[in-house]
């Protein structure tokens, strides 16, 4: 038996969503540590943040004005204004001295706390300030209503509730949320270490230059680039040839140091295809071995020790797929993500794909864009599991479902990659 089924004898291949259930089962989310708030911004979540206290913790004002007994402006107009003795100053971060009682106001600014008796805030340009025998007096000109520029004490956030809940990257709204409430050491899940081990004998690396039958090593930068966008920590092995003796050479020292090994190349069934036989030797048990995609197809999942070894296709735009679909989700999901896998959308197709009907699921790299409030897909020109000029821009794959083609105008399944923009560079939208 050839060595690629040898530890997999039985195995069908995969839907897509049967291996990702694979993946996410068999991990758990690495340990927490606690970090100051200030270096967690895209870092995941830990903990749950129940609010100890209201937010905002007191009745305060939204405006510069004067807080007032709304009853006693009852009738007041630019003509005939309203009278109020001016009682006390409250500028923000101060605590009233004084009650608001009939005829009264108290001087407040944005922020301020309300004093007791007043029930509304009637801003600067809604008044006139002066003297009523030497009294300081404001003359209301616009009647307020009860709650009129107040934020209750808790509207914002109620002591008790749960305001955030772990597993979510930390963004501008969480650092805020964290910082109300006084957490100023964030708990966060620990960045996974990826070990990223590119392998073939055909491989240079980026400063090397080019020979007869050499292409440089493209894989290990962009998988790189993937796993730091999912909040992951690359360690890049130099690239080895087709030999086990040399790749357990390069990671076996390291593997106390890695959470996560991702390997490019080798994976399908060429005489040189070693990735078998690296997992074996390193004590990795074969989860699964291929999966209905393409491109991606030949692709192998072990884990040791709680660690996942992701044997991705070493042709360039099957490793991207490959990342897409299998390996970020695991690595999320080892960094703490509550939803580790890939968002989905739906979308326009806009162009014509010429790929045949094929069995498995197909991911075409494709381009995502917003016109007009509804989502648009176009599908790059080529489409080869080696191509690498066609991942430029591609920020969504679209899902063809095996056995199936999709025309032009169709909503289409998509896979998003990265952002995408509001305004496309071409306009082609169909209806
Ligand atoms: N007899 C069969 N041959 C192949 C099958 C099959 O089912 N039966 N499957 C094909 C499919 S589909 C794929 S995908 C590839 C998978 O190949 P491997 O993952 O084993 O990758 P390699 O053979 O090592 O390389 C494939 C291709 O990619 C280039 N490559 C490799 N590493 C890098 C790198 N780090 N940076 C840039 N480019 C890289 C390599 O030179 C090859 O051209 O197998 C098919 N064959
Ligand atoms: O499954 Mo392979 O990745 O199509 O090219």
Redesign the pocket.
């Known amino acids: 038996m050839h060595r690629a089924f040898a530890d997999a004898p039985n195995r069908a291949p995969l839907s897509v969503e049967d291996a990702q259930a694979v993946i996410l089962e068999s991990l758990a989310p690495l340990p927490v540590e606690r970090i100051p708030l200030v270096d967690s911004d895209g870092r995941v979540l830990a903990q749950a943040v129940v609010a100890d206290g209201d937010v905002p913790p007191f009745d305060r004002s939204m405006m510069d004005g004067y807080a007032v007994r709304a009853a006693d402006t009852a009738g007041a107009s630019w003509e005939r204004p309203v009278p109020l003795a001016v009682i006390e100053e409250v500028p923000a971060g101060c605590s009233p001295t004084r009650r608001v009682g009939p005829g009264e106001a108290i001087r407040v600014m944005t922020g301020s706390m309300i004093p007791e008796g007043a029930d509304a805030v009637v801003k600067f340009e809604n008044t006139a300030e002066g003297y009523n025998r030497n009294v300081a007096t404001v003359h209301v000109r616009v009647p307020a209503r009860p709650g009129d520029n107040i934020a209750k004490k808790g509207e914002d956030m109620a002591k008790g509730s749960v305001v955030l809940r772990p597993g979510v990257p930390i963004g501008a709204a969480e650092a805020a949320v964290l910082a109300t409430f006084g957490v100023a050491e964030v708990a966060v899940y620990r960045r996974p270490v990826v070990g990223i081990l590119?392998?073939?004998s055909?491989?240079v690396d980026v400063h090397e230059p080019l020979s007869p039958g050499k292409?440089?090593?493209?894989?290990?930068y962009m998988v790189a680039s993937l796993i730091r966008a999912a909040g992951g920590v690359p360690k890049l092995f130099s690239?080895v040839g087709d030999s086990v003796e040399a790749m357990l050479a390069a990671v076996e020292p390291h593997l106390d140091e890695l959470d996560a090994l991702v390997t490019?190349?080798?994976?399908?069934?060429?005489d040189y295809?070693l990735i078998p036989d690296l997992y074996e030797r390193l004590g990795a048990t074969t989860r699964f071995w291929k999966v209905l995609a393409?491109?991606?197809?030949?692709v192998r999942y072990a884990v040791r020790d709680g660690k996942p070894f992701f044997g991705?296709?070493?042709?360039?735009a099957?490793a991207f797929v490959n990342c897409q679909l299998f390996v970020l989700p695991g690595v999320r999901r080892l960094g703490g993500w509550a939803h580790p896998l890939p968002r989905t959308v739906r979308a326009r197709l806009v162009n014509a794909c010429s790929a045949p009907p094929i069995k498995p699921d197909r991911f075409l790299r494709a381009r995502l864009y917003e016109a007009e409030g509804e989502l648009f897909v176009e599908v790059a020109k080529g489409q080869s599991?080696?191509m690498i000029g066609s991942l430029v821009g591609a920020n969504a794959l679209v899902r063809v479902k095996g056995g199936t083609a999709v025309e032009p105008g169709q909503v289409v399944d998509v896979v998003v990659c990265g952002e995408w923009p509001s305004i496309p560079p071409k306009k082609k939208a169909l209806r």
């Open positions: 590119a392998t073939g055909e491989l292409i440089r090593n493209s894989n290990s690239a490019t190349g080798g994976v399908s069934v060429g295809d393409r491109p991606g197809q030949p991705i296709s070493g042709n360039p099957s599991s080696g």
